[in-house]
């Protein structure tokens, strides 16, 4: 039997590996930390579950494919519970606007926003079906690892125009400024910044629209579970609280895995979902090749970090949303300040997770549950020292939620606890820190970012955020499927 090992247990490397074990490949994942999921982790603290990671599940059939490869259903391991709306966006002068994809309900939406926009919304949606179609079920599923593929893919990225912005699509069809914010700021959620990320990165609209936003039920955390216990009841082995400190190589080819434990075993195919930068400069420190692609990447564009308040209120709120964004006063020039200038801005836009209106389950009762993520830039362009800011940051922004949603939120504060972009870098190899790897832009799309197959190390393969097709659950899971079949090429 041929053997494989994943480094890295995130959703990209579980699905890669469920997809593999399924297949007949005996396969060990390997994972640093604890326990699984990677950046959707999670931590208890006074009775509440905060989950790391995405705080939203969207496109449910990648996942629920990792079920049917064995003939069963996602939904005898895992609940999923919609979310409605989708968000609830909300700007400083009391402006509320929700997203879902009830038809009828977000056309009153933007008839009470912005009437004069709603035959331009019409247009707007039939681009991001014609993306979606073209793109996210068209090239987003197949390899795109050699100059042929991406020639071909040309024509279909003209027709959608992939050389201009998120926001410059959205403006050519809409004119108020709130409905531009509202339909461009979900890209940040991958990473991308809405001025410069491609336009073909509208498609997320369509995926909502089409597969809903759920929550599952206990927390994104009982997914991961789900996962791990599907691959585990396929015959795969998972270690766990062992770092991958080698990937030893042959010529050409990888063929060991080295563990700060000792563990090490030889393996006909090797892939990594840790960070891009340390999958080369550190796993592959002692190949060419590892050098050779830690100097490429280091002058590329990485996405920004996040700072994250975790904390837990005393009573309900059945007003406040699952989501909600709070933007700020400034929109432009904030992702300036984040993406290009690396400063840290007094007007914070603040994404908002509210899990117990879904699901109580995630806090002791009579108690609600909150998550505040806030982008910043990466510590490649803010070297701040958040030992010292954190505290400061993390005050300005329960101000914020208190100032627009709960007045006397730190008389009702039990619990809170804030993540920084140097707790990424430490606790995930995360380069600079950022959450999202590779910023995606047009010169690091699609064929311009580094291949789910290294093409100079035969039998070595990448999943994840930094690899096609990108960021964000629906992305990676995507992504697992074309490195399996890759690998599988290889390997059957």
């Not at 994972?31 to 496109?59: H, M, N, V, W």
């Amino acid at each position: 039997m041929k053997r494989a090992c994943v480094i890295g247990a995130g959703f990209g490397g579980m699905a890669l590996a469920i997809r593999l074990q399924a297949a007949g490949i005996e396969t060990v994942l390997v994972e640093a930390r604890d326990k699984p999921g990677g950046l959707a982790s999670y931590q208890e603290r006074d009775g509440f579950t905060f989950d790391a990671g995405p705080s939203a599940i969207t496109d449910p059939a990648g996942l629920k494919e990792l079920w049917e490869l064995s003939k069963l259903d996602m939904a005898e391991d895992v609940e999923l519970m919609p979310v409605m709306p989708f968000y609830r966006l909300n700007w400083p002068d009391g402006t509320n606007f929700d997203t879902s994809n009830d038809e009828a309900a977000l056309r009153r939406e933007i008839a009470r926003l912005a009437p004069e926009d709603l035959a331009g919304y019409e247009d707007f949606l039939r681009y991001c079906a014609g993306a979606h179609q073209a793109t996210y079920v068209g090239l987003g599923h197949q390899p795109l690892s050699d100059v042929k593929s991406m020639i071909q893919a040309i024509p279909v990225l003209a027709r959608y125009q992939a050389w201009r912005s998120v926001h410059s699509i959205v403006s050519s069809h809409v004119k108020h400024p709130k409905l531009r914010e509202a339909l461009s700021f979900s890209t940040l959620m991958s990473g991308g910044n809405p001025m410069t990320v491609s336009a073909i990165y509208a498609l997320i609209h369509k995926l909502e629209k089409d597969g809903g936003v759920w929550w599952a039920k206990g927390g994104t955390n009982r997914l991961v579970a789900a996962l791990v216990s599907r691959f585990e009841k396929l015959g795969g082995t998972i270690r766990l609280g062992d770092p991958v400190v080698q990937v030893h190589t042959l010529g050409d080819r990888v063929s060991e895995v080295e563990a700060a434990s000792g563990w090490r075993e030889r393996f006909d195919a090797i892939a990594s979902n840790a960070d891009i930068m340390h999958s080369y400069r550190q796993l592959l420190s002692d190949s060419p090749r590892g050098s050779q692609m830690a100097r490429k990447l280091a002058g590329k564009r990485f996405g920004p970090s996040l700072f994250i308040v975790n904390f837990g209120l005393e009573g309900t709120w059945p007003g406040i949303p699952h989501h909600m964004v709070l933007f700020g006063s400034r929109y432009e020039e904030w992702l300036a300040d984040v993406y290009q200038h690396g400063v840290l801005p007094q007007d914070l836009p603040i994404f908002l997770h509210h899990p117990t209106v879904t699901d109580p389950s995630v806090a002791p009762a009579g108690k609600s549950a909150f998550q505040a993520v806030v982008p910043v830039a990466h510590l490649g362009k803010l070297p701040i020292d958040w030992d010292e800011v954190g505290p400061i940051l993390e005050r300005r922004i329960l101000n914020e939620v208190g100032r627009r949603l709960v007045p006397d939120i730190h008389d009702r504060i039990v619990t809170s606890f804030h993540y920084a972009p140097d707790d990424f870098e430490a606790d995930f190899g995360a380069y600079h820190g950022s959450a999202f790897g590779l910023e995606p832009t047009g010169r690091q799309g699609g064929w311009l970012r580094p291949h789910n197959r290294d093409p100079k190390l035969r039998n070595f393969y990448l999943v994840g955020a930094s690899t096609h097709p990108g960021a964000g659950i629906p992305a990676v899971v995507a992504g697992a499927k074309i490195t399996a079949g890759l690998m599988l090429e290889g390997l059957v």
